[in-house]
């Protein structure tokens, strides 16, 4: 549950009121997703939100479990976002909204800058934008047609290489 935001519509006898909520679910281990509902009850437009955010989980990978892969940037409409990982003990820090992303992500370390606006809405759009842009090693390597440690820069051909080249530099 992140944002309920109650409206008000005038009629002839009054105003009628409803409800207008938006909920954030993930499984904890790397997929979340966000979901808006509208009804003239609270408890019924939170389930319409969870069922609509049910449905627009995505996967983001994750490094070790607790932190993102690399930094990223998202924007939706005034909002944007920035997200870099961070080392291990760090906690979530972020404001509001994204937060509650970051917690129903299962993300531990994360450190963001939200800048434009403080809509949650549009923040929690524009942190979606930037976790969909996340890319895990593993990921870029099967597309290049390499191997993991080809791209981090471990394993033993580019140790021996770092070496060889040690050895001619001394010489």
Do not use: C, W
């Not at 969870?50 to 909002?79: C, E, I, Q, W, Y």
Request: aromatic share 4%.
């Amino acid at each position: 549950m992140v944002h309920i935001n109650r409206v008000s519509k005038t009629v002839k006898g009054g105003k009628r009121f409803g409800f207008a909520a938006l909920v954030v679910v993930g499984d904890g281990k790397g997929r979340a997703g966000f979901g808006h509902g509208k009804a003239r009850e609270v408890p019924e437009a939170i389930s319409k939100a969870t069922a609509a955010a049910k449905k627009s989980m995505v996967r983001v990978p994750l490094r070790d479990g607790r932190t993102l892969h690399h930094d990223g940037n998202g924007h939706f409409g005034a909002g944007k976002v920035t997200l870099r990982s961070a080392p291990s003990g760090t906690g979530i820090i972020a404001g509001g909204p994204m937060r509650a992303v970051f917690e129903s992500l299962g993300v531990h370390d994360v450190v963001t800058k939200s800048v434009g606006t403080s809509n949650p809405y549009n923040m929690i759009r524009a942190t979606f934008e930037a976790l969909k842009e996340q890319t895990s090693p593993r990921s870029v390597a099967q597309r290049r047609g390499k191997k993991v440690s080809d791209l981090l820069g471990r394993g033993g051909a580019s140790v021996a290489d770092a070496e060889a080249q040690a050895e001619a530099i001394t010489e």
